[in-house]
Nanobody
Framework: QVQLVESGGDLVQPGGTLRLSCAAS????????WGWYRQAPGKQREQVAI??????GHYSASAKDRFTIFRDDKNTAYLQMNSLKTEDTAVYYC?????????WGQGTQVTVSS
């Protein structure tokens, strides 16, 4: 069984940076996939970044060149967020998925405001 615990959300000013963390408990493989998603008030949840089993990151148009998804050797995935904009305000969710699992974190609030 796998569980995900998110952290790192905060209130920041435009142009600021944040690093979101997603710590996995349980056994995960080296070739499973991770994702970060976000949901703003009144909007549908959207995909932000995917870390493929190849180790390559794939990003939405809004995240490309500003965000980076990666993982460490302690079974924690991250979303590095640079040059934040007010449009990035949302609840961010991490996701671990494979043939056997589709697990979501609890969400962490990111607010970008002056």
């Amino acid at each position: 069984q796998v569980q995900l615990v998110e952290s790192g959300g905060d209130l920041v000013q435009p142009g600021g940076t944040l690093r979101l963390s997603c710590a996995a408990s349980g056994s995960i493989g080296n070739f499973d996939e991770w994702g970060w998603y976000r949901q703003a008030p009144g909007k549908q949840r959207e995909q932000v970044a995917i870390l493929g089993s190849s180790g390559m990151g794939h990003y939405s148009a809004s995240a490309k060149d500003r965000f980076t998804i990666f993982r460490d050797d302690k079974n924690t995935a991250y979303l590095q967020m640079n040059s934040l904009k007010t449009e990035d305000t949302a609840v961010y969710y991490c996701r671990y998925f494979s043939r056997s699992y589709d697990v979501w974190g609890q969400g962490t609030q990111v607010t970008v405001s002056s």
